[in-house]
């Protein structure tokens, strides 16, 4: 018998926010994020040092896939960010940088974390509070009879991901298939809650971006030879339509647990032929047209179906007998025994599409929830972040939908909020001192430290060492290049603010970010405005950008209210 090892006792480091080791961490963490931040972000490549596939991007969500952390308070960071990405698709390195600022930010003051955590709640109420009222600056409502907004807003999803490697003209032309695709989506009628359909990407990777189209129906790939058999038995009108998810190979390895028992002298594969034969006369003698399979066709049913000119698709897989049943209108069948008539469905009609050098059987639905993009680019590692990039441009739209405003982009949100917060606790700071049981000078300390970390988040969409300024009427973000002369008219080196809705010819004073000057009411800016420059405008999703405000604060809470770290190390 081996001998047992003793227990280790459990590892407890106190305080590790102090640690030099973890704010280490934290600090190439921040820097890991803020790099890929904005449309001039940096590309990360990550793999695995023993081999695998190479992954180059700039998303949040395909960063936190592949990043392994092994620190609880890094866990803590990353875990939070991995949540509101798969919840909202969006905003997910604004979250990570935004946290990560108020971390940082909040150590230098030295305050209790008590007095932090109430007084970074309470300006975070303040937030949410404007952004939602009817004179925020930098909120916008979305008129969903006209599509420049929601235009605005897919380009700027799709601009902000330099891995994609669109040109202007391609990123034009795939934000007006991401919009017409979630358009497709939504059904004609109506009534108080609005069921969505839903989109399959395809996949057509080696050609050119523009050459990506969006179908309504559904593209099953299949071979050229199949594509050729299917020619000559086309048939006019609708399609009634039977869908398999049980296998039809008349493989026995679907029979699940227990004994199969077989009289003497009986074949066991003619007898399942000859039930699946069986299936065929009953799918023949119901006019059944079509008939779609999950799995495979046995060779035999194949052929006794073509003779009596039904269509028999096979392997269409799992990812599209959901989208199937829903175009149909079928339930999916999963036994060889008899079917009953009320499992059929319909569509349409079909055809057989080529692109590039790809066959599809394209099914057309008799109502159009359901639609196809067929997505195109160069490259294997550009698709991949394409597709990622359409998925959280159509998830957005949905958010959207659901809540019909866009925050204005490009930085001026993030300033704009900071310039309100401190008019806020600078000309009302009675109630706060009031509620939160704090003292003036700390109260002006968190606010300097939140509105900081705001103006930070803005800051790191500039890349190139160029100057961030803001202008003090509206709270925008205006960057400049690096190298401009220190003394100038500003309005002369200007051109529009991040989000595109100023431009420098108004009678504009500006102030480097950062820089000491005295708090001021940003002007808000009106929706007709907004309106009328809307090709033009930066845009970001209002219910993502609500939510990553709050989680970067409250994740910020929770990390500077950490005392201990108890480690099991057995």
Not at 342 to 370: M, Q, R
Not at 471 to 492: C, E, M, R, T
């Amino acid at each position: 018998m081996s001998r047992l090892e003793a227990k280790k006792p459990s590892l407890c480091k106190s305080e590790p926010l102090t640690s030099e080791r973890v704010r280490a961490t934290l600090s190439v963490l921040k820097g890991i994020v803020t790099s890929c931040y904005g449309p001039s972000g940096r590309l990360k490549q990550l793999h695995n040092g023993l081999g695998g596939c190479v992954c180059t991007t700039s998303q949040s969500s395909a960063l936190l896939a592949n990043l392994s952390v092994t620190h609880p308070i890094l866990k803590i960071l990353t875990t939070a960010m991995q949540n509101h990405v798969s919840c909202f698709s969006d905003c997910g390195l604004f979250t990570a940088i935004l946290c990560c600022n108020l971390i940082e930010n909040v150590q230098r003051i030295g305050l209790t974390p008590t007095t932090v955590m109430k007084l970074n709640k309470h300006l975070l109420r303040l937030c949410i509070s404007y952004l939602k009222s009817e004179v925020c600056g930098c909120r916008i409502p979305v008129d969903f009879s006209s599509t420049q907004i929601l235009l605005c807003l897919v380009r700027s999803i799709l601009t902000s991901k330099p891995a994609c490697m669109l040109t202007r003209k391609e990123i034009d032309h795939v934000s007006a298939l991401i919009l017409r695709t979630f358009l497709l989506t939504i059904p004609e009628n109506t009534e108080d809650h609005i069921i969505l359909g839903k989109s399959i990407i395809v996949p057509l990777k080696g050609q050119r971006v523009i050459d990506s189209t969006v179908l309504p129906g559904i593209l099953i790939e299949m071979s050229e030879i199949q594509f050729v058999k299917l020619l000559p038995v086309k048939k006019p009108g609708s399609l009634k339509v039977a869908l398999f998810c049980a296998s039809l190979s008349g493989d026995l390895s679907d029979t699940g647990e227990g004994t199969v028992v077989v009289s003497y002298g009986v074949s066991l594969e003619n007898a399942v032929l000859d039930q699946l034969l069986n299936l065929g006369r009953q799918l023949v003698s119901d006019h059944v047209d079509l008939v779609m399979c999950q799995k495979v066709i046995h060779p035999s049913l194949k052929q006794f179906l073509s003779m009596h000119h039904v269509i028999a698709i096979d392997r269409v897989g799992v990812a599209l007998m959901e989208p199937l049943s829903k175009v149909t209108g079928t339930r999916p069948i999963g036994s060889l025994g008899s079917v009953s008539p009320s499992t059929y469905g319909s569509v349409k009609d079909w055809c057989t599409a080529k692109f590039g050098f790809k066959h599809f059987f394209h099914l057309i639905p008799n109502e159009a929830t359901v639609c196809s993009l067929l997505l195109c680019n160069r490259s294997d590692t550009a698709w991949d972040e394409l597709k990622v990039t359409c998925q959280t441009a159509l998830h957005v739209l949905q958010l959207t939908l659901k809540e019909p405003s866009v925050l204005l982009g490009g930085g001026c949100t993030e300033t704009h909020l900071a310039a309100y917060i401190r008019h806020k606790t600078c000309n009302e700071p009675e109630s706060i001192l009031k509620d939160e049981g704090c003292t003036q000078t700390e109260l002006q300390l968190i606010t300097e430290a939140f509105c900081s970390a705001l103006e930070s988040l803005a800051g790191s969409l500039e890349h190139d060492g160029g100057e961030i300024l803001t202008d003090l009427k509206y709270g925008h973000f205006w960057s400049v290049q690096a190298d401009s002369p220190s003394i100038v008219n500003w309005s002369n080196l200007l051109s529009r603010c991040g989000c595109g809705l100023r431009n420098s010819q108004e009678e504009l004073s500006w102030s480097f970010l950062r820089s000491t000057c005295h708090p001021f009411a940003p002007q808000t800016c009106l929706p007709h405005e907004a309106a009328g420059s809307a090709n033009n405008l930066t845009l970001d999703c209002f219910t993502a950008k609500l939510n990553g405000l709050q989680v970067a604060v409250e994740t910020a809470n929770l990390i500077l209210d950490l005392s201990y770290v108890i480690e099991d190390k057995n």
